[in-house]
């Protein structure tokens, strides 16, 4: 077979894959038949690794330089330590040696696939640009970290992908502070999966997506970020399963031309402003929502939810100064 007809199959049994799982968001027969259900449903990684392993090349890397220098089409970067990898100081170090080129302001809609560095306020960001069929994984025992230095850049950041997995990681920001930056970032891209991660401030928002369809977030927390959440726009088929959302500024924003977004199985809590900005439906299923301001709840379907809706202060931001030790 070769490997344009198995990169079809491979998108085939995906696009299946993630119908089963919004399907089964949707199923609210029993939650005992949800649970059972989600836990076949949602496996894309381990799908991805099974269903085209002879055109991927799978890379070893013990450092942020060597997973920036990893990032092509068709890999599986495992990163094998869980050192704390800071992508700020590396792509600082492959401009200096001209190893990156930089993303232009103006006139990038035609861009050749690669990742690119752009300068920000206070620091240089990365920008994977056109690349399809990767995954990041962490393989160590304990989870990895990615951070980034600058407040003013997105920790990863993805432009028109395809078929990205980013699977145990703990991402966010070194430093807190008034910032613009977002820990996750996916423009114009599709079939995403971000599974077993922890995404905190002090970046705006946890999960950004604009244009973006068919993303999965699973076992994944959201913490600590000083505007959302999770933040969409002109997107659809979003599924969050089984993830903890709390202690952000707000919950979630999603615009009027989003569709088919989907929340199962999560705890949405400790949200210090609205936990909802909904300008197109939303369905929660099975979750657990604290829920402490006014809001734009109006476009959200709850079904087998507990619902409490009385204020209870929220937590502080959580500490991260010591993951940059």
């Not at 198995?6 to 995906?14: D, G, I, L």
């Not at 929340?263 to 300008?279: E, N, R, S, V, W």
């Amino acid at each position: 077979m070769n490997k344009q007809l198995k990169m079809m199959v491979w998108t085939a049994s995906v696009m299946l894959v993630l119908s089963m799982v919004f399907a089964s968001c949707k199923d609210n027969k029993s939650k005992s038949k949800a649970d059972d259900d989600d836990e076949d449903e949602t496996e894309l990684a381990e799908d991805r690794a099974d269903d085209d392993e002879d055109d991927v090349t799978t890379i070893d890397v013990t450092t942020a330089r060597e997973l920036i220098l990893a990032l092509q089409n068709d890999v599986h970067i495992n990163v094998i330590v869980n050192d704390v990898l800071r992508m700020t100081d590396a792509i600082d170090e492959l401009v200096d040696e001209g190893k990156l080129k930089r993303y232009p302001e103006e006139n990038n809609d035609h861009l050749r696939p690669g990742v690119y560095w752009a300068p920000e306020y206070d620091g240089n960001t990365l920008f994977i640009v056109g690349l399809n069929n990767i995954t990041i994984e962490a393989t160590h025992e304990d989870q990895g970290f990615l951070l980034a230095t600058p407040r003013y850049a997105d920790v990863l950041h993805f432009e028109k992908c395809k078929d990205i997995v980013i699977k145990n990681f703990t991402l966010g920001h070194e430093e807190t502070g008034d910032c613009v930056g977002d820990v996750l970032v996916f423009n114009g891209s599709e079939n995403i999966v971000v599974e077993d991660c922890h995404l905190f401030g002090c970046g705006v928002n946890g999960l950004s997506a604009s244009g973006t369809s068919n993303i999965v977030v699973k076992n994944t927390e959201i913490y600590g970020c000083s505007d959302r959440g999770v933040d969409l726009y002109r997107s659809e088929n979003v599924c969050f399963d089984h993830c903890k959302i709390f202690n952000n500024g707000c919950g979630m924003y999603v615009d009027p031309y989003c569709s088919d977004i989907l929340f199962a199985h999560c705890t949405l809590k400790d949200i210090k402003g609205q936990m909802f900005i909904c300008y197109a439906p939303v369905s929660i299923r099975n979750s657990k929502i604290e829920h402490h301001h006014d809001d734009m709840s109006e476009n959200v379907d709850f079904a087998n939810c507990d619902v409490v809706m009385d204020y209870s202060e929220a937590e502080e931001y959580p500490d991260i100064e010591d993951w940059g030790e």
